[in-house]
Every structure is written in C-alpha cells, then in structure tokens.
C-alpha cells in the first residue's frame, strides 16, 4: 500500500511539472470563510484566527500548524479585501513572529499593507479563563482554528459558545480524541485529516497536491474494496478474502 502511494504521488508531481493542475475537492468550510469574514465587516466586529495551541514547526504537530498558516494566509487576504479586524492569537512565543511574517506578506500582496499591524498577533494561554476573558474584550463575530489543540483549548471553545454574543466557528483538528469536540462547537467543521487537504488546497504546494490526490485514491480504492467484498460475502463467495489473505 505504501509503494502505491508512492507511485501515485510521483505520477502527480510529474503531471504538475508539464503544467497540469490537479483538482482538490471542495471543502466547505474554506468555502465558507469569505461569507464569515463579510459578515464580521459587517458587523464591525473581529475575526479571531488560531493555529492550536499545540502547534509548533519543530514538534510531531507541524504538518497540522502549516495547515493552519496556510489557513491564516488565506484569512487575512479576506480580511485585508473586506476591512474586516483580524486577530491571530497562539499560545506559542515562538510562533509570534511566523504569525505577524505571514500576516504582513497577506496584507501586501492585497495591496493593503497600511492597514497590518503587528498587534494582530497576540499571545495568550491555553487556560479557559484566560481565554474567555478575551474572548469577551474582543467579541468576535467569526473564529477560525485549524491545527492541533489541547483538551484546554477545546474546553475554552466550548466556553465561548456561552457568551451573550456567540461568534461562528469554523475549524477543525487533525488530532482525533479531540474531533468530537470540533463537531459539537463548529458551525464548519473541517474533519480530522481534511485540514491536510485545507493547506494543500491553500498552500498550493505541489508535493502536498500530490499527495492528497494520492490518498483520495487510495481511499476510494479501499472504500470499493470493502463494498465488494459485503456484496461478495452475501453472496456466498470469499474470492475477495482470498485475493487480499483475509
């Protein structure tokens, strides 16, 4: 399985470099991100963005906290075009000046840069108290968290659907004991490993292209597999435990 989808991604990467653009399925929480960000605009009210408060580039977590940039990048391009206030807050000091790096080359390439400002970026704990504390000083209309987070942080998001103006949430985590957390809150939720895809669909890297194309194939190669092999069970026959050793 493994050679498999090895094979299939370097297929992939050799299709990107003669120019062919591969499609990554539509998720619709990213798809719902413009209408979010319009409707803080509208409200005069912030955009809250979190990468998890887990997250880190040096850590076992960084393909989730790229995804989650990735996701910050596109935010703040919607942010920047709508005049909408951003507010990127992590509970990683290191990961402070990634944040502002990420934010500021957004604005820009809007054409925007007058209106970035590093207070965008702030620093604050993973502690529910802490967390819905601010939450209240900020009163955001819409959060975004996409990356890995901790039962606190899952603990203050559903705090925050207790405050008297709640905001709408979209996000998700690759971390699984947590994906249930995200179902309950989010009002779009990105589904355990589908943030890989949101940051190859936003991130526009090829390698991860590849890659997610590949195991989207797999996928529905296993998933046509199983459903074979019911039908074949019911049937009577066992050619399918057969050929796989079952």
Known sequence: MFLAIVVLVFYFLRL??????????????IEAIPDAVGRAAEMGRPVT???GDMSGLTTTYAPQTIAGFA??????????RTGAGLICWVSRTELITYAQDVISSAYASEGKSELYSSDMVQYITSSLEGGLSQMMLWNPATCIVIGSCSTANCHFYVGSTELENPP????????LPFAGFFACIMDYLILAEEIFAVGAKLGKDPVSIATINATDILKIFIVGVIVVGIIATLAGSTIIQTIFNF
């Open 49 to 51: 963005y979190n990468p």
């Open 168 to 175: 709408m949430w979209i996000g998700g985590t690759a971390r």
């Open 16 to 29: 990107t470099k003669h120019g062919k653009s591969l499609p990554i399925r539509s998720i619709a929480a």
């Open 71 to 80: 996701g910050l990048q596109y935010t703040a391009r919607v942010c920047a």
